[in-house]
């Protein structure tokens, strides 16, 4: 069965510090992935996705995510976070044939301004 | 707009009784999601229809039900098997039927907890 494991529950950083959350799944066969980011207050939104090509996937917000095959890695990626990232972000994975989605645990992202 | 309508946003419950969750969408998806997220935990999937009159069980189906028979329509009953149903629990849909790679939109959730 696959799985998702994102090893930072939680994650206090200062605005204009750069972020990578960790992802990794496990499936040896075609995945596709996911980031989605749950703001306070709000529902849960996609940030980026990967399901072939380029490795290095750009989503809104100025996010991006490597896919690392060799590594079974998603890795989120931002430069310079703002105040307004505070948020939790899930990592997700699903692989070919069904729609059947599994979720990480979720990373809560403190920046503190 | 588009998008997903759980209601209610706060439910509570008497032990032993039996309550449903309304998840409707009128995005014209053909999958549907019910997902509960407890904290620390993330989101797991307690049921999904990929399709009208289909659906399939989740990692943590015991104690719940589901019914498929509109496209628009997936609503979940919490029965009195659940051990633990205080959660949050998120409706999401998708397109694609079968397709495998399309995102899941999320509707604002319901707050189930236990009297």
């Known amino acids: 069965a696959q799985s998702v494991s994102q090893h930072n529950h939680h994650v206090i950083l200062s605005e204009a510090a750069s972020l990578e959350l960790g992802c990794n799944y496990s499936y040896g066969g075609t995945v596709n992935l996911f980031w989605y980011v749950q703001y306070p207050g709000q529902h849960l939104q996609l940030l980026l996705k990967?399901?072939?090509?380029?490795?290095l996937v750009k989503g809104i917000k100025g996010f991006e995510a490597e896919f690392i095959k060799s590594k079974f890695s998603f890795n989120l990626r931002k430069p310079s976070v703002q105040w307004s990232d505070t948020a939790e972000y899930f990592c997700a994975v699903n692989t070919g044939g069904y729609q059947k989605v599994t979720f990480g645990t979720g990373t809560k992202l403190q920046v503190i301004p | 707009d588009g998008g997903i309508t759980q209601s209610p946003k706060y439910l509570f419950r008497k032990e032993g009784q039996n309550v449903t969750l309304s998840c409707e969408q009128n995005?014209?998806?053909?999958?549907m999601y019910w997902y509960r997220q407890d904290p620390g935990q993330g989101l797991r999937l307690i049921y999904y229809?990929?399709?009208?009159?289909?659906?399939q069980k989740g990692d943590i189906a015991e104690g719940y039900s589901v019914s498929r028979e509109k496209k628009e329509s997936f609503p979940l009953t919490v029965t009195s098997a659940q051990k633990n149903p205080t959660a949050f629990y998120l409706c999401?849909?998708?397109?694609?039927?079968?397709?495998?790679?399309?995102?899941?939109?999320f509707g604002d959730g319901t707050r189930l907890s236990i009297l």
């Open positions: 995005l014209n998806h053909d999958a």
């Open positions: 229809s990929q399709i009208v009159n289909d659906f």
């Open positions: 999401a849909s998708s397109t694609g039927g079968r397709v495998s790679n399309q995102p899941q939109h």
């Open positions: 990967y399901f072939s090509g380029d490795p």
